[in-house]
C-alpha cells in the first residue's frame, strides 16, 4: 500500500481527534515503526545533494522545527526521507508552554492556530533524546537544533538564555537555529529589533566562536525570522545578518495575521498561523531577504508548502533549502518526495 493511499485512510480519523491529541498519539507510533523497521512503506526521495553552510544535505527538503520539541522521536521522522531534520525549539529550563487546548486545525483554508508556548522538557532532557538517537549516534544526516528563551525570563535577559542553550546544544547539533520568532512567547519578537536584534547576535557570534575553538568544530547559526515584517525590517534583519556574519536564515515562522481566515471556526484564536495562509507571506519576505543578502547568507525557505510546486516556488523566491511542517498534517509523508522531486526538476 503506497504511503499516499496509507494517509488518505488515516487523516480522517486523525483529523476527529483534537490536534495535540493526535501529534500526541502519531509521533510515538512513528517512532516505533521505525524501531521494528515497519517503514519501508514511505517511498524515500531521490538523492538530490546540496552543499549548504558548509554542510552536505542529501536533498534539499527538512523538516521544521515545533514538530518535535523535545528531539524524543528523531529516528521515526528520520524515516520519511527528509534531507535534515530540526527539532526544539528548546528552553534551559522545563517549561508546560500554554493551557490547552492551544492548537486549532482550520481545514477548510488548510492551516493550523497554535500558541503551544514552547512546551518542552528543558535543553538536559533535549540534549539525552539527541545523544539517545541512532540519527545522531551513526552520523545518519543533517540536524538542526533549534533554541529559545522560557517564557518567565525577562526580554532584556534573553540573550542568557539563548547562549546557556546554544552551549549546551552545540557539540550535538548540524547547524543551530536560534528562534526570535515564535509570537507564542511573551515580547519574543521584540527581539528582532535593530538595536535587541545587534546585541544579540553579537554575543552568540562571540560564543560560537569560543565553542569552535573548545570543540574544535565550527557549527553554523542560522536566525529564524516571522513573516509579519516590511521591507525596512527586513532590511535592517539583512544588514544585522551579515554585519555579524550569522550563516543562514530561516524564512519564516508563523505569522499573526487573521485576513485568510477571517469568519472560518477558530479563525480568531490567539497563536501562530501556519498552513497555506501564509505560503505567501513567508514567500515575500524570502524575495526580500534575497534582494538584500545576494548569495551571501543561505535562506531556508519555510511557510505554507502544502505540495510539490509550493517548495519548487520557495526556491525560486530565493532559498537554498526548504522546510515543512503543517503540509505534512494535511499531505503526510509524501508530502516529503513530492517536494524533493519538485525542486529536483
Known sequence: MSDKLLYSLARPLLFTL???AAHNLTLPALRRAAALGLTGFVRKPDADPRRVMGIDFPNPVGLAAGLDKDGAYIDGLAALGFGFIEVGTVTPRPQPGNAMPRMFRL?????????????????????????ASRFYQNREGVLGLNIGKNADTPIERAADDYLHCLGKVYPYASYVTVNISSPNTKNLRQLQGASELDGLLAQLKDAQQRLADQHKRYVPITLKIAPDLDDEQIKNIADALLRHKIDGVIATNTTLSRTAV???????????????????LSNAVVRGLKR?????IPIIGVGGIMQGSDARAKIDAGAQ?????SGLIYAGPALVRDAAEAIKR
Open 18 to 20: 483534537d490536534p495535540e
Open 262 to 280: 477571517q469568519g472560518m471556526k477558530h479563525g480568531e484564536e490567539a497563536g501562530g498561523l501556519s498552513g497555506a495562509p501564509v505560503f505567501e
Open 107 to 131: 481545514p477548510q483554508a488548510q492551516a493550523i492556530i497554535n500558541r503551544m508556548g514552547f512546551n518542552n522538557r528543558g535543553v538536559d532532557a533535549f540534549v539525552a533524546n539527541v545523544q
Open 321 to 325: 533549502l526548504v522546510q515543512l511542517y
Open 292 to 296: 538584500e543578502l545576494g548569495d551571501t
